[in-house]
């Protein structure tokens, strides 16, 4: 099936660091999700992108779809311990009906 | 508070048994799905349905059926459990405004 690459795989950063992770896709999406994954429990959205070139922020977060459609990163700035967690990027692509296309998830952990 | 309730946060079951997972939305949404989630995988979609009685595969469908008898209601049946499903199942829903995710059913096949 389709895939997304997700990198990195898995991050080790000291509390208040900045953190960047992307994911890049050879097909074009129509919109990209990113997901945070806390221990035990489902994927929560963090941003939702729709267009190409879109630049949206959450709080600390910040992510970017990419202007081909084929990519997207998501910063975090200035990381605190409770952003530990599993962060997945996702997409939907033309013609679809709605699944999403996971990444292999980024692995977030940050030292206090 | 909207939610997509799993039945079960933890199974144990034998190889060779028929498994039940079970996932019910309170959103009225048409689309419902059934992820598996492994380690350095991402989720992987297993099936999705996009109305009653509507179903369809997803990438990794193989050992797997599905029921959706009711818009609310989305069941995963492993016909015969074996021990390579052992995995994180997640079930989710999904509208014009984004998708929501149960907290995931940790299956353990001995």
């Known amino acids: 099936g389709q895939q997304l690459n997700q990198s990195p795989q898995s991050m080790f950063i000291q509390e208040g660091e900045d953190v960047s992770m992307n994911c890049t896709s050879s097909s074009i999406f129509n919109t990209w999700l990113w997901y945070k994954q806390d221990p035990g429990e489902g994927p929560v959205l963090l941003i939702a992108?729709?267009?190409?070139?879109e630049l949206t922020s959450n709080g600390r977060l910040t992510a970017q779809f990419g202007i081909t459609r084929k990519d997207s990163f998501l910063n975090i700035s200035a990381s605190i311990p409770s952003d530990v967690g599993i962060y997945f990027c996702a997409g939907i692509f033309s013609g679809n009906t709605g699944k999403l296309i996971f990444g292999q998830g980024t692995t977030l952990q940050v030292k206090p | 508070d909207v939610k997509v309730t799993q039945s079960s946060r933890y199974l144990v079951k034998r190889t060779g048994e028929k498994v039940f997972l079970e996932c019910v939305q309170d959103?009225?949404?048409?689309?419902m799905f059934w992820y598996r989630q492994d380690p350095g995988l991402g989720l992987r979609l297993i099936y999705f349905s996009y109305d009653v009685k509507m179903k369809e595969k997803g990438d990794i469908p193989e050992g797997y059926s599905v029921s959706r008898e009711k818009k609310e209601r989305f069941s995963l049946i492993l016909e015969s459990a074996s021990t390579n499903q052992t995995s994180m199942y997640l079930c989710a829903s999904s509208s014009t405004y984004g998708y929501t995710f149960g907290s995931g059913t940790r299956l353990t096949v001995v």
């Open positions: 959103m009225d949404h048409e689309n």
């Open positions: 992108l729709y267009k190409a070139g």
